[in-house]
């Protein structure tokens, strides 16, 4: 029990001095700015900070200097942008907490990849994806539907997706409302709300906007053919 005690204080005493970070930091960023995570930069003697909707910050850590634009860090490989990596950090933190079960699954035969694809049941270009579904599934990517209503929580399109996604069989429910097609309503403890928030964390503003499996988030509508060439190329 000592031993235990002792362990809880050494917890305590090294844990405070990041919680003073943390805290200091948040006193930092504007009123209404909350702070996603924070970590050391890759910049020596800076923090890197995820903020608001996957934005990324940096501040020094004598709290002196902050800047907020495009890092770019160079390697053997090429350029790569250092703040795609912490919103991909995001990304992967906040699906991880997404159960497969959440989603409407078209599983390829042959999958060779999965992706997840925040949709709407009304735009335009989600419609055209989800047309050509059979091209994805037979070039072996598995699509994962979340929900993205683009009026909002509330507005119709969620209404619907609400349906489908309490629908007996979700596939059909939602292909029906991307034909522009009505299904009968349902009602469950559905997930809509929670893809949504979600994908507003992340930093969405359309759809469909696409999360391959390394975290990079790819917006707009891409055809079957050109998605399996960045999918194979990694």
Known sequence: MKFRFMLLLIYAF??????????????????????????????????????????????????????????????????????EQYQRKLILNLLSEVPESESIQFISENEKHSIYVFTDVTCAYCRIFHSNIREYLDRGISVFYLAFPRDGMGGSSSENMKSAWCSSDRATAVTQLKL???????????????????????????????????????????????????????
């Open 14 to 83: 090294t844990a405070q001095p990041s919680e003073e970070v943390k805290l200091k930091l948040e006193s930092m960023l504007p009123p209404g700015i909350n702070l996603n995570f924070y970590e050391d930069a890759q910049i020596d003697n800076f923090y890197a900070l995820n903020v608001a909707n996957n934005q990324v910050i940096y501040i020094s850590k004598d709290f002196q200097f902050i800047f907020a634009g495009e890092v770019i860090k160079s390697s053997p490989s090429g350029l790569e942008s250092v703040n």
């Open 180 to 234: 522009g097609k009505d299904i009968a309503k349902a009602s469950c403890k559905d997930p809509i709300a929670k893809h949504f928030e979600i994908g507003r964390m992340i930093g969405i503003t359309g759809t469909p906007s696409i999360v391959l499996g390394d975290g990079q988030m790819l917006s707009g509508y891409i055809p079957a053919e050109d998605l399996i060439k960045i999918l194979d190329n990694g």
